[in-house]
């Protein structure tokens, strides 16, 4: 990896202690071991392979993994402890970051997690919180953050409700419907539902039978029957397979908002923080992306 990175033998054998001629031998012994050949030579400059890219690139993740395992197992032995305050609006709390945050307790049991759940999500650094999960748009400039997905909403019913009340087989067959709507925190509206066909947009409001902030709790109306609602697809889609609920296709096309895990910015960041934060930023990754 150093000769690849320093495309030199000479700059190369500096930094590993060794003699060029040194460097050059264990390169060809490595390429012969191989059977491919790793490195383009020439007097002035070495470039990588095809062959030589790939094997660098597996090199270094593993040699990442490695380093990654070592700290793991040393932050245990030394027993890192401290404080968390985590900060997500109510819906990403309930469902993904507090089961994450249980499974980052397994790991470092002496830390102490805060999390604090609202609507309108927190502003971290006005309530003294170290890391953030939102979904929607950042408003403090002031933030570290990184993006780790997107949502969307889906429209769905209950069997029961649609065996009772019929299925709509167009948006404007919704007016005749029991419809949950969910209002928007900040700006104290009501999330306009919004359906696309091959020739037009259009947005419906619908005289809805329920209205509230929460999207626990418009799920929950919607899983005892007592409408229609619009539901994020993460709560939806575990909901949809089980037959516990049914998508309406109706070309519903509802916000599509991304989510961030951030943390403020600061001169030093504990190692506590830098953990959890990396911790939840992968996981979240992985989850947006499966």
């Known amino acids: 990896m150093n000769v690849a990175e320093a495309e030199n033998f000479s700059r190369a054998a500096q930094s590993l202690h060794l003699t060029p001629q040194a460097v050059s031998l264990q390169i060809s012994q490595l390429e012969s071991w191989l059977g491919v050949r790793l490195f383009h030579r020439s007097t002035r400059r070495m ?32 027993g890192i402890t401290g ?21 980052f307790n397994e790991s470092y049991p002496d830390i102490r997690i805060e999390l604090v759940t609202q609507n309108p999500w927190p502003d971290t650094v006005d309530l003294g919180m170290d890391i953030g999960v939102i979904g929607g748009p950042l408003l403090n400039v002031s933030l570290v953050a990184r993006r780790v997905g997107r949502f969307t909403h889906m429209l769905c019913a209950a069997p029961a409700y649609l065996a009772a009340k019929g299925t709509p087989k167009s948006p404007q067959e919704l007016l005749q419907h029991c419809c949950i709507g969910l209002r928007h925190p900040r700006t104290n509206r009501i999330w306009p539902w919004t359906f696309q066909s091959a020739r037009r947009q259009t947005m ?25 609602g619009q539901l994020t697809d993460y709560f939806a889609r575990p909901l949809i397979a089980s037959g516990a609920l049914v ?26 923080i830098k953990l959890l934060n990396d911790f939840l930023y992968e996981r979240l990754k992985q989850f947006f992306h499966s």
Not at 84 to 98: H, M, N, Y
Not at 206 to 225: C, E, K, M, W
Not at 247 to 272: A, K, M, S, W
């Open 247 to 272: 998508e309406l296709p109706l070309g519903y096309g509802g916000p599509r908002l991304d989510v961030h895990v951030f943390i403020p910015q600061r001169e030093h960041t504990p190692r506590r």
């Open 83 to 103: 404080s968390i305050k985590v900060a997500s609006s109510l819906s990403l709390g309930q469902l993904l970051v507090a089961p994450l945050l249980a499974q």
């Open 47 to 78: 470039a990588l392979t095809e062959d030589g890219r790939v094997f660098y690139e597996r090199c270094r993740v593993g040699l990442q993994s490695i380093d990654q395992g070592e700290r793991e197992l040393r932050d245990r032995a030394s």
């Open 204 to 228: 419906l409001e619908p005289p809805f039978s329920f209205i509230t902030q929460d999207p626990a709790v418009q799920r929950q109306l919607v899983l005892q029957g007592a409408g229609i």
